[in-house]
Structures are given as structure tokens and as C-alpha cells.
């Protein structure tokens, strides 16, 4: 059990999300000299941050520049990722986090100015910067959930996430970890993984536990590590290339890296409507990426819209996926593959906050000690600004102006 550390950092370089690297190596091929900026958003505006909290942060990432991949980890990378390119490798191996390239900013509310916001800018070259995002905002959820709320212990923690895993496998489903981001801590996910990795083990049911993003904990586990690309990829190939078919245009530059792997798409970076639009113009691309990834809106419309698109194709959608991974819990998860099921897809689910941060107060079992929604999203690529139209219009990120001008390109409702 760990005790209160005002130092909280990733325990390795693959401490992270898979998706990351991917990007990472496809930023390396296509996009090597491009700068970046991105930008934290805490959605809560009634969460306040402590002073202290803010400045066990910077004090934290100070240090991140400690990290390097080793060559056992290198190793590990080579057998078990063969998508990842020897000459990106040795760049991976030669990385080091540069925490100049991270802005934070307290912005006390408070009259004794101990409460208040914060702001989190990171700049540099992208192929630099992509990988701050996830290590960060574990890094300030942890710090969180040690300084600000305390309310709250780990007892039960190992039961509720074998229980859900029972529940998950005993039901069928295909599921893989997604929790690293919004943890309430590392020791917690640990523990999930690792519970989840047993429970598949001594559970009877036609389910699996696939993986889990984080890479990490995937070495030590034996386990695959689950990502591929990200609404980061869309969003800066819209704003450096044209938004016209800046869908097409993503996922052709991500099959020149990956020809052969990793070709989940997502289709919710400027809304899942103007995807299938590119998408139907593009029936060999259809037949050859293996599925897609809803991660906003109605979930539940979701599979029967692309059941629609697939036949309009001409293509056989029982041999597509479909990877859900919008604020899933267990029973969402269960109804969504029964649904797909029914309607013939193949069905995968990414479960994140509600494994990894899924806490009551001890001060009252009955209320939750929620996780931090938080955001850190690709602000700016060359100085055009990037931005992100979800199917959950309350999650539209970037600078307004934009977003409006994205929309009458792409002739979506204001």
C-alpha cells in the first residue's frame, strides 16, 4: 500500500498509453519538423486544486526527465510490438521528457489563495511533445486523490475489480484495460490489471481480457498491450492538410506506418456523420481496416449505423469490430454485446475511469469520490489551431471560431 509522496511520476517510460508510441512513429514518418501545443481541461468547474497540490505537480515533473527506455524494455518492445521500426526504437531509446516544454499555471479563487484552477500548456516539436499527455494527467489525479480529496481508501479494491471481471467474462465479453490516464493512482491500476489478469484465469465464461493500454503494466503482466490511433492524428492532419477529407486523408497516411496492423478506426474527431461520408467514398479502405471505434454520443445507435454504411459498402460486417470505449462501466458493456450480438458485429470494449477510479467516501459508502474529468487535448499544430468535433457536442475542444468555420465546412448543424 502506498503512503503520501509529494513526488508521483510514471515508474517507467512505458508507463502510458500504447497509443502514444503508435502516434509517436507516425508523427516521426509523416510529420517529423511540426510543433505542437497542447492544453488541459478540467470539464468540473466546481473542483478546486490545492496550492500544495499544484506544487507537488511541478515538483513532479521536474523529475520526469529521470525516465529512459532500458534495453530489457527495448527487447520486450521489439518480440512483442513488431509494428514498431527499429530506427523508431533507438529514437525511443535516445527520448527524454524535456520539462521546459511544460507550462502550469495556479489560479487561485480562493480569498487566501490556497484554491483554485489550473492551467497546463505543453510546446515543442510534436514528435516530442505527444508524449506528456497521459504521464501528466495521472501524475495530477494521483496527486489529487493524496492531497486534495482524502476521503476515500483502497479496502475493497481488489474484490470490486474481480467482481467485474467476473461479470464481464461470465457475459462473453472481450474487454481490455483503459485506465491509465484518470487513476486513482498506480498501485491501483496494478492492481486491477493484475486482479483482472487472474480473474480470467479462474472464471468460467466465454469473455477474455485482451490487454491493457498501458504498456507497462502489460510487460510485467504477459498480457497485449491494446491502442492504435487517436483524435489527436485527425485533428492535426485536418488543420495542416485541409478538413475537406481529412478523414481519408488520416487514415492514409496511418496505413503507409502500419500497413498490416493497428487499423481500428475512429470516427468521432469531426462527428461520426462526416467519417462515413468519407468512408462510403472509400469501400477498398472499408474492407481493409478491421473495424472502428465509437467513443462519443448514443453508443447504442451506434452499431446499427454501421451495420447501414457496411451494406451500402457491399461489405460483410460480421467480420468487422467494433471497439466501444466512451465511459463504459460493466453493465453498458454487457447490454452494447448483446446489441452487437444480435445485429452480427464482432464487439470489443476499452474500460478506463470505472475500473481504475471507481472509489466511495468513507465519510458516506453511499456517495462516489469521483475521478477528475480532466482532458488534454492537441491545441495547435504549426500554429493553425486544432480542433475536435465529438457526437457529444458538449465535448467540442479548440478555439470556437474554428470549430464553427470546421462545421460549415463540413455543412454539420451550428
Not at 512505458?14 to 501545443?37: G, N
Not at 497516411?253 to 467514398?281: C, K, N
Request: glycine letters at 6%; proline letters at 4%.
Amino acid at each position: 500500500m502506498p503512503s503520501g509522496n509529494r513526488i508521483v511520476m510514471p515508474v517507467s517510460i512505458l508507463d502510458t498509453d500504447l497509443y502514444k508510441f503508435t502516434m509517436q512513429q507516425a508523427v516521426m514518418c509523416h510529420f517529423l519538423d511540426v510543433q505542437a501545443t497542447y492544453r488541459f481541461t478540467h470539464r468540473a468547474k466546481d473542483v478546486y486544486f490545492s496550492h500544495e497540490c499544484i506544487e507537488a505537480f511541478k515538483e513532479s515533473i521536474s523529475h520526469f526527465s529521470e525516465l529512459s527506455l532500458t534495453e530489457s524494455e527495448r527487447e520486450w518492445m521489439e518480440k512483442n510490438c513488431p509494428y514498431f521500426k527499429s530506427d523508431y526504437l533507438q529514437y525511443l531509446s535516445t527520448y527524454r521528457f524535456k520539462p521546459d516544454q511544460v507550462r502550469v499555471r495556479f489560479l487561485p479563487v480562493s480569498q487566501d489563495g490556497n484554491w483554485g484552477h489550473v492551467e497546463v500548456e505543453i510546446a515543442g516539436p510534436w514528435i516530442e511533445a505527444i508524449l506528456w499527455e497521459v504521464p501528466l494527467m495521472a501524475c495530477l489525479s494521483e496527486l489529487y486523490f493524496q492531497l486534495v480529496d482524502t476521503d476515500w481508501s483502497y479496502d475493497g479494491q481488489e474484490a470490486a475489480a474481480f467482481r467485474k471481471g467476473e461479470q464481464l467474462l461470465s457475459a462473453g465479453c472481450v474487454f481490455s484495460e483503459f485506465g491509465t490516464r484518470r487513476r486513482r493512482s498506480f498501485f491501483v491500476q496494478d492492481l486491477v490489471v493484475r486482479t483482472l489478469v487472474r480473474a480470467s484465469t479462474e472464471v468460467q465464461g466465454s469473455g477474455k481480457v485482451l490487454g491493457t493500454s498501458n504498456v507497462h503494466l502489460a510487460r510485467q503482466y504477459n498480457v497485449p498491450p491494446i491502442g492504435t490511433i487517436a483524435h489527436e492524428w485527425f485533428m492535426a492532419v485536418g488543420a495542416l492538410k485541409g478538413y475537406e477529407h481529412a478523414n481519408a486523408l488520416s487514415l492514409s497516411l496511418w496505413e503507409v506506418v502500419y500497413p498490416d496492423a493497428l487499423q481500428l478506426a475512429l470516427t468521432d474527431t469531426f462527428s461520426t456523420e462526416v467519417f462515413f461520408r468519407d468512408f462510403i467514398q472509400n469501400p477498398d479502405m472499408a474492407r481493409r481496416w478491421k473495424g472502428l471505434r465509437q467513443d462519443s454520443g448514443d453508443p447504442f445507435v451506434y452499431a446499427p449505423h454501421a451495420k447501414e454504411i457496411y451494406e451500402a459498402l457491399g461489405v460483410d460486417h460480421h467480420e468487422k469490430i467494433i471497439i466501444f470505449s466512451d465511459a463504459l462501466d460493466v453493465g453498458k458493456a454487457i447490454a452494447l454485446k448483446k446489441q452487437c450480438d444480435e445485429i452480427g458485429f464482432i464487439s470489443s470494449f476499452g474500460i478506463g475511469t470505472s475500473l481504475t477510479n471507481d472509489f466511495r467516501k468513507l465519510s458516506c459508502r453511499e456517495v462516489s469520490s469521483k475521478a477528475l474529468n480532466m482532458v488534454i487535448k492537441l491545441a495547435e499544430v504549426d500554429g493553425a489551431s486544432c480542433v475536435k468535433i465529438s457526437d457529444e457536442m458538449t465535448k467540442n475542444t479548440g478555439d470556437p471560431v474554428v470549430v464553427q468555420l470546421v462545421k460549415n465546412i463540413y455543412n454539420l448543424q451550428p
